[in-house]
């Protein structure tokens, strides 16, 4: 029997682990939160702490918990039958208690439905497994620390489940699934109370402590210029020539009702607004039109594979340094959340050492490799 030691829970690990069935439920919020814990550096678990995002952490809680569930079928119980007592022996040990490789493969199946890339097998449920683990980690702390969850909120949740039809109908009528879900929600509610009422309680970052910081980033706050836009677009230049004769009679304080009229552009119904712009956020041929132009002027006739374009700048704010009232609230959110990056990662390290984890690599039906101690 080959054991692996101790393993190593990067946060790429975390990230990618999560990232598929993240999007499934919330997938505006999560991608943002995603994408901001992979650019930071923030291992799984610093999603639950984000408790201000409900619905990233009902997703977190939820979605794998009912998918685990919905993936227990008829095939886990022929599965079972057919692999005898060898596939519940221990396949990883964390702190002296085992889980079986079927512990791993309900974990692995409700986060793999929808995996169709096999050459990258190993490496998914690698990540997975350092995923499983770290999950495990977390809720030895959190019940260690005596965190019990309200029972109303545990009955809330479940409640949540039902009312979106994320449960099953097999988990609805057996005891025993309905009984695995309402351990698997309590169990995420633990790490999740764990880590915002225990872990990360006493975080605060002070108007000070932004100021100076502000001071010495100063080139991380000048604001671009920006430019607020109206644009007539039409698919005949004679009658693009004869809307710009007609503004240029009226000062363009007709710009709004003309594009009502004669716009086919999607924002024709508003006078053609198309809001605020940055430099950069515009195509090329649009934003050396726009950026020269002064406020209340219009543009030379734009020709692109739409149509013929004229646009109008309401109004244009130029680059300028931005005030530290502008941006406080903006360094005190980076910093509060470079903190909790800080106080995780420093008590995952703690769990790390603390607790031994074996990893029976010949009893996985994959080839682990991911990093060890």
Known sequence: MEAIGTIRFSDHCAVSCLHAFLL????????????RCHSLGRPVSFLFAMASNRRLVFALIILPAS?????????????????GEEHRTAAVSIGGKTYSKVDLEHFFDSRLSEFRDPENADKVKSNLLESFIEEKLWLYR????????DPQAVKAMLERISSTGADSRETRTDPARKAELERSV???????????DCLLKDLSVSNEECEAYYKVHLEDYVKNDVVHVREILVDDIK?????????KAK????????????SKGTSAADGGDLGLFQRGDLPEVFEKAVFALSPGSVSRIVRTRYGYHIFLVEEKITAHQQK???VRDQIKEKLRLDREREIINRELASLKKEILVVIYQDRLDFNYIGTRY
Not at 142 to 149: F, G, I, L, S
Not at 186 to 194: A, D, G
């Open 142 to 149: 959190a019940e260690q620390n005596k965190v019990r969850p």
């Open 186 to 196: 309590t169990e995420s509610l633990k790490i999740q109370q764990y880590l915002n």
């Open 324 to 326: 530290l009232p502008e």
């Open 24 to 35: 499934f439920l919330a997938p505006d919020s999560c991608m943002v939160m995603v994408a």
């Open 239 to 247: 009658l693009a020539e004869r809307i710009r004769d007609r503004l």
């Open 67 to 83: 998918l685990f569930l919905a993936s227990c079928s008829l095939k886990d119980r022929v599965r079972n039958f057919l692999q």
């Open 251 to 262: 000062a363009n304080k007709n710009f709004g009702d003309l594009a009502r009229v004669y």
